[in-house]
């Protein structure tokens, strides 16, 4: 299976695919508005104001599995993010990136791309994965990873064709 052939909910509820996203760079992030790491909105909102028109898309989804630090749901999370991070790229409907109930997206994700030591599970809010224009996982990214810090690697692959 593709990741363009796994269905997602919009933060309204509505099903769709990640096929929109073919062709385009993906950065997909696991969020919480009450995480310590919650600044780093706004640099992946700044990501998504500067690459979103050379083929970027970053895609948020929030998650409660840690600490309980998103407990807000569909479009009062999303409002929240706006206004307090400016958010204005994608923020889809509260999934599990972990455990039993892991969403197939985050099963996906962590196959392609385990962490330290070959550990598959998401240990915090704000892990990021680089999806290419292919739909291959690239690289898996800590929290501790700033979008500041990742942002010559995503360059780097909006420029191969």
């Known amino acids: 299976m593709s990741l363009?052939?796994?269905q997602v909910k919009s933060n309204r509820g509505d099903s769709m695919d990640l096929s929109e996203y073919e062709?385009?760079?993906?950065?997909?992030?696991?969020?919480a508005s009450k995480c310590g790491f919650a600044p780093q909105f706004k640099g992946l909102q700044r990501l998504h104001e500067?690459?979103?028109?050379?083929?970027?898309?970053?895609?948020?989804?929030?998650?409660?599995?840690?600490?309980?630090?998103e407990p807000l749901e569909g479009e009062s999370l999303a409002e929240h993010c706006q206004i307090n991070h400016g958010v204005t790229f994608p923020l889809y409907a509260k999934i599990d990136v972990k455990g039993s109930g892991?969403?197939?997206?985050?099963k996906q994700l962590t196959k392609a791309a385990p962490g330290f030591f070959g550990?598959?599970?998401?240990?915090?809010?704000?892990?990021?994965?680089?999806?290419?224009?292919n739909g291959k996982v690239v690289k898996r990214f800590s929290?501790?990873?700033?979008?500041?810090k990742i942002e010559g690697q995503i360059r780097k692959l909006l420029q191969q064709r």
Request: hydrophobic content about 40%; cysteine-free; charged content about 15%.
């Open 143 to 148: 929290p501790t990873d700033t979008p500041e």
């Open 4 to 6: 363009y052939d796994i």
């Open 50 to 69: 500067t690459y979103s028109d050379h083929g970027l898309a970053v895609l948020g989804f929030p998650s409660n599995q840690f600490a309980n630090q």
């Open 102 to 106: 892991i969403h197939p997206l985050y």
């Open 23 to 31: 062709g385009k760079v993906m950065l997909i992030v696991n969020t």
């Open 119 to 133: 550990l598959k599970s998401i240990k915090w809010n704000f892990t990021k994965f680089l999806v290419d224009r």
